[in-house]
């Protein structure tokens, strides 16, 4: 079995990881639902990427280099844009058919409560579930249709390697598109102060 790499314990120089669990929902969603993206994976994407994420347990840790490699064949094929749009829609969809958090979207949109920052709110709570060493996030309103997620003590990896903020911003947008808005993210980098800013904005979607 392949070892997931550990994150090293000191603080601008920690090697983030991310939960196994996370990435084997992605290479099924995209198995299930974007199945020619799948296949490309499959050819282009590094072997030890692959090995790493289906040898590991869900609840192991797989270092962001080897994470990386999976990123990055996606944003090669399909361009920021549409790769960010591939993270946004893994998320809905595993929200809204999570057993125990699904229900209660279905619920909360039901009944109109389901506010755009009611959300929000939520990401700092569970980032730790999916993300290790990756900067502690908070969350604040920024006006009557966004809010701005904040990292602070961010490791130099991220900074050196931005790729990773294509996943991390889809997946901020599908949060806020839980709602039923219509959701695009801007995300800022300050490396003298080791923080990453991401402002996501929402609107009513656009009628068909």
């Not at 080897?66 to 990055?72: A, D």
Request: proline share 6%; charged share 25%; glycine share 6%.
């Amino acid at each position: 079995m392949v070892e997931p790499t550990q994150s090293r314990p000191n603080a601008a120089g920690q090697r983030p990881s991310v939960r196994a669990r996370a990435l084997k929902e992605t290479l099924a969603f995209l198995d299930e639902y974007r199945p020619e993206l799948a296949r490309m994976v499959e050819v282009d994407a590094p072997s030890d990427t692959l090995c790493a994420i289906r040898e590991a347990l869900p609840v192991d840790w797989i270092s962001a280099e080897l994470s990386r490699g999976l990123i990055e064949v996606i944003v090669d094929e399909l361009g920021a844009h549409d790769g960010l749009n591939v993270w946004r829609d893994l998320v809905t969809y595993r929200l809204r058919h999570s057993s125990v958090i699904g229900p209660l979207i279905s619920l909360a949109t039901t009944v109109g409560f389901a506010a755009p920052w009611s959300f929000a709110k939520q990401v700092p709570r569970g980032w730790e579930n999916t993300y290790k060493d990756y900067g502690s996030p908070r969350v604040s309103r920024d006006g009557a249709q966004a809010v701005e997620f904040r990292w602070c003590e961010v490791p130099d990896y991220l900074f050196e390697n931005p790729i990773h903020y294509v996943a991390i911003q889809g997946a901020l947008i599908g949060v806020i598109e839980l709602s039923g808005q219509q959701a695009e993210s801007q995300i800022e980098f300050a490396r003298d102060i080791r923080q990453v800013s991401a402002s996501v904005r929402w609107r009513e979607p656009s009628a068909s």
